[in-house]
């Protein structure tokens, strides 16, 4: 059974750092490209970032471009993401989702965990 | 960035009613469209890919439709379950990009 278990959510400061972690399990991690989809309170899904299954290749939403940075470490099966000068619009509950495709990425998502929530509030 | 605009944005119906979900691209997607069921207090499930592919164990209910710019997601016959919020996804142009969504509630 595919499992994707996401950690480091918290309350933070505005211009302030938090690191977001994913640990998968119940399937093959380094063959999979995986992202990063938030969800402010009541409002939809928001795409915002991806990383290849070798980290050769990452995309960024336009809203966290510079900020934010997507990273994975297959030996320990995780997906992690920094995330720095935390703005308010940064809250949102934040899941990591894996890529249906098993080479390349095909840009949409079969597997979702159960989230973790960011609070960006002085 | 592709803009998907769903409608409408809630819709009542009665078990057993069949239901039309709509979503309309800015851009054609060609058939990369997928749709995604979410119940409060869950993540979001996969349902359809390629506009019309069930994801598994998906029940034959649930049909999509379309290509590309506009999009229908068909529940043949509503079941208590089916109450949610029904998200349309591209994914042929980066980013990827979701409606606002169409939430299902019991009338």
């Known amino acids: 059974e595919v499992q994707l278990v996401e950690s480091g959510g918290n309350l933070a400061q505005p211009g302030t750092s938090l690191r977001l972690s994913c640990v998968a399990s119940g399937f093959t991690f380094d063959e999979y490209a995986m992202h990063w989809v938030r969800q402010a309170p009541g409002k939809g899904l928001e795409w915002v970032s991806t990383i290849s299954w070798n980290s050769r290749y990452i995309a960024y939403a336009d809203s966290v471009r510079g900020r934010f940075t997507i990273s994975r470490d297959n030996a320990k099966n995780s997906l992690h993401l920094l995330m720095n000068s935390l703005r308010t619009e940064d809250t949102a509950l934040y899941y990591c989702a894996r890529d249906v495709g098993t080479s390349g990425w095909s840009g949409y998502f079969d597997s979702w965990g159960q989230g973790t929530l960011v609070t960006v509030s002085s | 960035e592709i803009v998907m605009t769903q409608s409408p944005a809630t819709l009542s119906v009665s078990p057993g009613e069949r239901v039309t979900l709509s979503c309309r691209a800015s851009?054609?997607?060609?058939?990369?469209l997928a749709w995604y069921q979410q119940k409060p207090g869950q993540a979001p499930r996969l349902l359809i890919y390629?506009?019309?592919t069930r994801a598994t164990g998906i029940p034959a209910r649930f049909s999509g439709s379309g290509s590309g710019t506009e999009f229908t997601l068909t529940i043949s016959s509503l079941q208590s379950e089916d109450f949610a919020v029904y998200y349309c996804?591209?994914?042929?142009?980066?980013?990827?990009?979701f409606g606002g969504g169409a939430k299902v509630e019991i009338k």
């Open positions: 996804q591209q994914y042929n142009n980066s980013p990827p990009s």
């Open positions: 390629g506009t019309s």
């Open positions: 851009l054609s997607v060609i058939t990369n």
